[in-house]
């Protein structure tokens, strides 16, 4: 239910229903955030970085701090993404820390914004750790 709220609010946005996508929509870095909550306890968690898409299908975590439980870790990685026409896709991350995989997760996102300024919309989901959230990440020039 939330990804088709997240969808449907992201649709709404100017340029998002007119254009066609693909993966070449999403190239550079995205400054991002989120909020998120571990589901067997429910206490919350957020996440800050920079997120780089190559235009291609490959995500890079470029740097990525997140803070739970009073503790803060900043972890990196990367994986692959698709965008279907209609602004829609998915992605598989692989989340490290000190070089060692720590975790990987699902994320579902749909892109609006404008062509100049693309922003995603979506829900993270790292069933290992048992999280699940929401994001957004906007296009940055840096």
């Not at 060692?100 to 922003?119: D, H, M, R, W």
Request: proline share 2%.
């Amino acid at each position: 239910m939330r990804v088709l709220i997240a969808i449907a609010l992201l649709l709404a946005l100017p340029g998002a229903a007119s254009a066609a996508c693909s993966k070449s929509t999403l190239q550079g870095n995205y400054a991002s955030g989120g909020t998120f909550t571990y589901y067997y306890d429910g206490f919350p968690s957020i996440a800050a970085g920079i997120v780089h898409f190559n235009g291609g299908g490959k995500i890079t975590l470029k740097s990525l701090t997140e803070g739970a439980y009073g503790d803060r870790a900043t972890v990196n990685g990367g994986g692959s993404y698709s965008v279907n026409s209609n602004c829609v896709g998915t992605a598989k991350l692989n989340i490290r820390s000190n070089g060692q995989l720590v975790g990987t997760a699902n994320l579902n996102f749909a892109v609006g914004g404008t062509k100049a300024l693309p922003e995603i919309l979506g829900i993270y989901t790292n069933q290992r750790d048992g999280i699940t959230g929401s994001i957004r990440l906007i296009k940055s020039n840096h």
